[in-house]
C-alpha cells in the first residue's frame, strides 16, 4: 500500500474490548461483529490493492442506533468509516486498523413511493436497481444508473456523486437526489431537503451528495424518479480512428443534440468485451460509439436520421441502429460489462476516472498511447465520451513484482495529464485513498483548506472517514487559525466612494 | 453615508476583502444591486461593489460551458449563448419586475448567488445544478477555487452547490464557470381551463408522470391568468399550462399525445410556440403581480413557497382561507407564488403556519424593508441545523464580514 493512512491510535486499539462491548450494547446480536474471520469480507472496497482489517465492524439498522453509534465513538474519541456495499473504486470505504466500521446494509427497505410527486423515499442500503425495480410496474426508473448498479447502495452512491451512462441528459445522483436524513458525528439528525425542491438556506444537501462520508452519515434519501421514456433505441457506429469517433461526439452535440447516452471504446476494450458478452460489435474498427436516442418515436426516427448523417460524414466504417428492446439492451450489455470483461483478459487492471474537455480528447489519447508504451502496460480506454469522462484501464500482473506500483505510476501520470489540459481528477469515483495525494495537482493549500473547514463544520474532531481525499490531515483549530494584517488597504487606489 | 469599495479585478477583492478584516469592517457584496431589495435588509458597514468584474472570458458552445467574471450581465450572457443557438437550461428568472426594478438587470453572480431558477426547474435544475466552477475571495480574505469546467467532477467537496444559493454571505465570487446547452428548437402549451386548484394539480401531476417531457407546468387562477398580460389566453378563465420543448416533429406529437390524455380533466386548449413564450417568461418573472416602476407595489408582500407538488393545493387553500391572498402555482404545483395585502408581518403567520402544517419551506421575496427586518425572510431552520448552518457560514466567514446577516441574523 502506498499511500499513508493516519498514525494508529494506540489507546483506541488498547481499549478493543470495552469498545466493543458498548458497541454491543447499542446495537445487540449479531449487528456488531469482531472476528477477523467474520470481518475479513469488509477489508478492501473495489479498490482490491488497499486492505486493511477494521476495529470492528457494526451493522446498525434504525437511525437510532447510528446516532448512538456516532455519539458514543464522538465522545471515546474512535474513528468511523461508513461503508455501503463496497464497490467505491477509490478505496472511500477501506477500514482503518484503529477504526469502526459502519455498514449499512441492513438499511434496506424502500420506505414509500409517491408516484403523484414522483418521489421514492428509500434507505441507503437499498441498492440502486432496486430503486428502479420498485417503480418500474408504474412505468418509472431511477435516472443515475453506474455500470455496478446491481450492487451499489444509494448511500454509497449519493457519497460518491455516481453516474451512469445516461448522465449525459438526465444529471448525476445530485441532480436526482430531493432530500436525505443526516447524523453528523455527535449523534445529532438533520434532516436537508425532502420532497420539495430547492431546500432553503444553505444547499447542505449538495455539499453532502460527493462527499466520501466525510461529513455524516445518511440514513434516509429521497430521491427523484423519472417515467420511463416512450421509446429508446441504440446506435452502434464503428470508426476507423478515436480521433474521428471523438470528432463524431463533438458534431452530435454542436448540432444540438443531447443524446440518452453517448459511450465510447477503443479497440482493446472492444475486443475484450465482445469475446465475454457476444454482444455483436464490430471488431475491425480501432472505436466504437455507443449513441442511444430516447423519446416518442417520431424524435427518435428524426434525430436517428440526424445522427446517422453525422456519423457519415465523420466516416463511420459500420453503423447499426437496435431495431428491439432486446438488441438495445445487448448494444449496453456490452458496455455495461466493460470492466469485468477487461478482467478477463488481464490477471489484473486498474480502472482511472479522469474528466477532460471533450475537444483533448485526441491528444490524450495520444499521450497515453505514449505512456502506455513507456510503463510497458496495456490500456483499453472506454469513456463517457459526451462528457469527457475517461475509464482508462491499465491491464497488470500483481504477481509479477513491480507491476502494480507501475500501473499506479502510470495512472498518476494519466490524472496528471487530465488536470494539464483542463480536466480535472476524477468524474464519477471519487478521490477516496487512490487519488488523494494528487489532490495538489488541482488544488492549492488555499483551495484545500477551505474546504477540509467545511469537514470541520460537520465533524469537528476528524472523526469521520479520515485519510480520504485530503492529502494532509490538519486539526481543525490549526485550519481555523486566521492572521489579520492591519486595516490597511493593501491596494491603496481601489476606487473608493 | 456607507462607504463603497470598486475594485478592479480579482485581486482587489481581496485586498477590499482583507481591509475589511483588519478594520473590523462588514461588507455588502453587490453586482448591479439589483435585487438588494431581497432578503434581510443588509445592515453593513460597506458595500463591495463588483460590478467592474464584467466580461465573458471563454466560451465553447461544442463544450457547453461558459466561463465569465462574476459580474458580467445576466443579459449579456443571454445573448451570447442564444445566437449560438444555446441557453442556460435552468431559465433564470428576472426579478427586477417583481422588485419593482427595471427589468434585464443584474449579473451572473447574483443569479448563482440567489440559486433563482424559473419553470423548467422541474425538468432541468436550477442554477446550482448549472456551476460547475467558480474562484472567489472567502470571507478570510483568501482567494480560492473550486469545481472546474466539466460536467463530471467529484474530485473535493462541490462548493459549487453551496455558494448557489448562499447570498454572498460565504465568499465573493469573482469568476464562475456555467453548463450551457442547446436551445429547444421549438415550443408549445397545452392548456386545461377552468380548473380549480386542486383538480389542476392532480392534472398536472398526470402530466408530470407521462412520458411526454413536460417542461413547464403551472397553474393561474382567472384573476392572475388575466394579469398575466398574454394576449393568446382566453381570459376570465383559470388556466392550467403544460408546456412542451424540443424538435418540431416531437412537439407536435406529445401536443397531441397530452391533449388526449388531459381530455378527461376538462376543457383544452393549446398554445403555438410565440404565444407558449409569452406565457412562460410571464410566468416565470410572476408579472402578475410585477410592482409598477416606482410604485408602491412593494408594501403589498410577495412570498415564494416551495413544497411537495401533491400539497400545493392544500397549502393554497390553507393559506388564502386565512387572508385574501393571489396565488400562482408553477412547478407543478410544488412552487406557490403568493401575493398578500400589506399587514406588519407581511402574513408570516399565516404563510409559515400553512407551511409547517404542509412541508416545505417559505421565503419573504417582497416586502418593505421595515418589515423584512422584523419578520423572517427565509424560513427559520431547527435548532441542529440552524448550527450546521451557523459553523459552515463561520468556517468561510469566522469574523462574519461577509453579507451579514442577509439569511438570518448573524448568516
Ligand atoms: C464494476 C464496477 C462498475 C462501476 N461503475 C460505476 C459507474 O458506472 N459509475 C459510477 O459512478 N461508479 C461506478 N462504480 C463505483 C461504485 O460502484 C460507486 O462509487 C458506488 O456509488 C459505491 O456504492 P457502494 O454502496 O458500494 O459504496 P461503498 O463502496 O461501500 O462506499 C463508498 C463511499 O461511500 C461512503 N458511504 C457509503 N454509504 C454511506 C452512507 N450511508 N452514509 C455516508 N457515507 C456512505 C463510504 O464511506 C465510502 O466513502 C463501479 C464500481 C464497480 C466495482
Ligand atoms: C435575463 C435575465 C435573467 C435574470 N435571472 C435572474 C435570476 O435567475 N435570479 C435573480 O435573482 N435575478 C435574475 N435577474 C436579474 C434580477 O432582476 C436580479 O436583479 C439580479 O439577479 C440580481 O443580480 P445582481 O447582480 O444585481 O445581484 P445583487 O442584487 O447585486 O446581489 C444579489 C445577491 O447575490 C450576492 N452576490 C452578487 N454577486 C455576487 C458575487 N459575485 N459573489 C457572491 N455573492 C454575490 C449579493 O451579495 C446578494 O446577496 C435576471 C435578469 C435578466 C435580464
Not at chain 1, 460527493?210 to 441504440?234: C, F, N, W, Y
Not at chain 2, 476583502?17 to 453586482?31: M, S
Not at chain 2, 428568472?93 to 422541474?122: E, H, I, K
Not at chain 2, 473550486?146 to 473535493?156: E, F, I, Q
Amino acid at each position: 500500500m502506498s499511500v499513508t493512512m493516519p498514525p494508529r491510535d494506540e489507546a483506541v486499539l488498547a481499549r478493543r474490548d470495552q469498545i466493543v462491548a458498548a458497541l454491543r450494547r447499542i446495537v445487540p446480536g449479531e449487528g456488531v461483529i469482531a472476528t477477523e474471520r467474520e470481518m475479513r469480507p469488509y477489508e478492501s472496497d473495489g479498490l482490491t490493492a488497499y486492505r486493511q482489517l477494521p476495529l470492528v465492524v457494526v451493522l446498525p439498522s434504525t437511525t437510532e442506533q447510528v446516532s448512538q453509534v456516532l455519539r458514543y465513538c464522538h465522545d471515546a474519541g474512535v474513528k468511523v468509516v461508513p461503508r455501503g456495499a463496497g464497490t467505491s473504486l477509490s478505496g472511500g470505504a477501506l477500514p482503518l486498523g484503529d477504526g469502526v466500521l459502519l455498514g449499512m446494509a441492513k438499511f434496506n427497505r424502500v420506505r414509500s413511493i409517491d408516484f403523484a410527486d414522483r418521489v421514492a423515499v428509500v434507505e441507503p442500503g437499498v441498492t440502486n436497481l432496486a430503486v428502479t425495480k420498485a417503480v418500474e410496474h408504474a412505468g418509472f426508473y431511477y435516472a443515475p444508473d453506474p455500470s455496478s448498479q446491481i450492487a451499489c447502495t444509494i448511500g454509497g452512491n449519493i457519497a460518491e456523486n455516481s453516474g451512469g451512462v445516461h448522465c449525459l441528459k438526465y444529471g448525476l445522483t445530485t441532480n436526482n437526489v430531493l432530500g436525505c436524513e443526516l447524523v453528523l458525528m455527535t449523534g445529532e439528525v438533520v434532516r436537508l431537503g425532502g420532497a420539495h425542491l430547492d431546500a432553503g438556506g444553505y444547499d447542505l444537501l449538495g455539499i453532502v451528495t460527493g462527499s466520501e462520508g466525510l461529513l455524516g452519515v445518511v440514513t434516509e434519501v429521497t430521491v427523484r424518479i423519472l417515467q420511463k421514456p416512450e421509446t429508446a433505441r441504440a446506435m452502434l457506429v464503428g470508426f476507423g480512428s478515436t480521433e474521428a469517433a471523438g470528432d463524431c461526439v463533438g458534431r452530435i452535440i454542436a448540432a444540438g443534440i443531447i443524446p440518452g447516452g453517448m459511450e465510447m471504446m477503443d479497440r482493446l476494450a472492444t475486443e475484450a468485451v465482445e469475446q465475454f458478452v457476444h454482444a455483436g460489435y464490430p471488431l475491425d474498427v480501432e472505436a466504437i460509439l455507443i449513441v442511444e436516442l430516447d423519446g416518442p418515436r417520431v424524435e427518435c426516427d428524426h434525430l436517428i436520421e440526424q445522427v446517422s448523417g453525422i456519423a457519415r460524414d465523420c466516416g463511420a466504417l459500420t453503423l447499426r441502429v437496435s431495431t428491439s428492446e432486446e438488441e438495445r439492451l445487448l448494444f449496453w450489455a456490452g458496455r455495461k460489462a466493460a470492466f469485468p470483461a477487461v478482467g478477463r483478459i488481464s490477471p489484473d487492471y486498474y480502472c482511472m476516472d479522469g474528466t477532460i474537455p471533450r475537444a483533448k480528447l485526441p491528444y490524450v489519447l495520444q499521450r497515453t498511447r505514449a505512456l502506455s508504451a513507456q510503463y510497458g502496460l496495456r490500456c483499453a480506454n472506454v469513456f463517457h465520451a459526451g462528457d469527457g469522462n475517461l475509464h482508462p484501464l491499465i491491464l497488470y500482473d500483481a504477481n509479477q513484482p513491480g507491476e502494480l506500483e507501475r500501473a499506479e505510476a502510470f495512472g498518476a501520470d494519466i490524472l496528471r495529464l487530465c488536470v494539464e489540459v483542463g480536466g480535472v481528477l476524477t468524474g464519477e469515483h471519487g478521490v477516496g485513498v487512490e487519488k488523494r495525494d494528487l489532490m495538489p495537482t488541482m488544488f492549492s493549500d488555499i483551495d484545500l483548506a477551505h474546504q477540509q473547514r467545511l469537514k470541520c463544520a460537520f465533524d469537528q474532531k476528524g472523526l469521520l472517514n479520515p485519510g480520504k481525499v485530503f492529502p494532509v490531515l490538519s486539526t481543525c483549530a490549526e485550519l481555523g487559525r486566521m492572521h489579520v494584517s492591519g486595516g490597511r488597504l493593501a491596494f491603496p487606489d481601489i476606487p473608493r466612494f | 453615508m456607507t462607504d463603497t469599495l470598486a475594485p478592479r479585478d480579482a485581486g482587489e477583492v481581496e485586498a477590499a476583502v482583507r481591509w475589511a478584516l483588519g478594520a473590523g469592517k462588514t461588507l455588502e457584496i453587490v453586482g448591479h444591486g439589483s435585487k438588494r431589495a431581497f432578503g434581510r435588509p443588509a445592515q453593513t458597514d460597506a458595500t463591495l461593489d463588483l460590478s467592474a468584474l464584467s466580461g465573458v472570458t471563454l466560451y465553447e458552445p461544442t463544450e457547453l460551458v461558459l466561463s465569465a467574471r462574476a459580474a458580467t450581465p445576466i443579459a449579456e450572457i443571454e445573448a451570447l449563448v442564444e445566437a449560438a443557438g444555446q441557453a442556460l437550461a435552468f431559465e433564470p428568472m428576472d426579478l427586477g419586475p417583481l422588485l419593482g426594478q427595471p427589468p434585464g438587470a443584474g449579473t451572473l453572480g447574483g443569479v448563482v448567488a440567489t440559486n433563482l431558477s424559473g419553470p423548467r426547474r422541474l425538468k432541468a435544475g436550477a442554477a446550482r445544478d448549472h456551476v460547475l466552477g467558480f474562484t472567489a475571495v472567502s470571507g478570510r480574505g483568501e482567494t480560492f477555487k473550486a469545481g472546474g469546467r466539466v460536467v463530471k467532477n467529484v474530485t473535493g467537496y462541490d462548493l459549487p452547490k453551496l455558494l448557489a444559493g448562499s447570498f454572498g454571505t460565504l465568499a465573493a465570487m469573482t469568476d464562475i464557470t456555467i453548463k450551457t446547452l442547446p436551445r429547444p428548437q421549438t415550443e408549445a402549451s397545452v392548456l386545461v381551463l377552468g380548473l380549480a386548484p386542486a383538480q389542476a394539480v392532480a392534472a398536472m401531476a398526470a402530466a408530470m408522470g407521462s412520458p411526454f417531457e413536460v417542461s413547464g407546468a403551472a397553474h393561474l387562477p382567472a384573476a392572475v391568468a388575466t394579469a398575466a398580460g398574454v394576449a393568446a389566453l382566453p381570459g376570465g378563465v383559470a388556466v392550467t399550462a403544460l408546456r412542451l420543448e424540443g424538435v418540431a416533429p416531437s412537439v407536435a406529437h406529445r401536443r397531441e399525445s397530452l391533449l388526449a390524455l388531459l381530455a378527461p380533466h376538462g376543457s383544452c386548449a393549446d398554445l403555438d410556440a410565440g404565444a407558449s413564450r409569452a406565457l412562460w417568461r410571464s410566468i416565470r418573472d410572476v408579472t402578475p403581480f410585477a410592482a409598477s416602476e416606482g410604485g408602491d407595489a412593494a408594501a403589498s408582500p410577495v412570498w415564494r413557497v416551495s413544497t411537495a407538488p401533491s400539497r400545493g393545493a392544500a397549502l393554497a387553500a390553507a393559506i388564502a382561507s386565512a387572508c385574501d391572498a393571489r396565488i400562482l402555482f408553477d412547478w407543478a404545483g410544488g412552487l406557490i407564488w403568493v401575493a398578500l395585502p400589506p399587514s406588519p408581518d407581511a402574513g408570516a403567520a399565516v404563510v409559515r403556519g400553512a407551511v409547517a402544517r404542509c412541508g416545505g419551506h417559505a421565503t419573504l421575496v417582497r416586502a418593505p424593508a421595515a418589515v423584512r427586518a422584523v419578520v423572517d425572510v427565509f424560513e427559520p431552520q431547527p435548532a441542529a441545523l440552524a448550527a450546521l448552518t451557523r459553523r459552515v457560514k463561520e468556517s468561510f466567514d469566522p469574523q462574519g464580514v461577509l453579507g451579514s446577516g442577509r439569511l438570518w441574523a448573524g448568516v
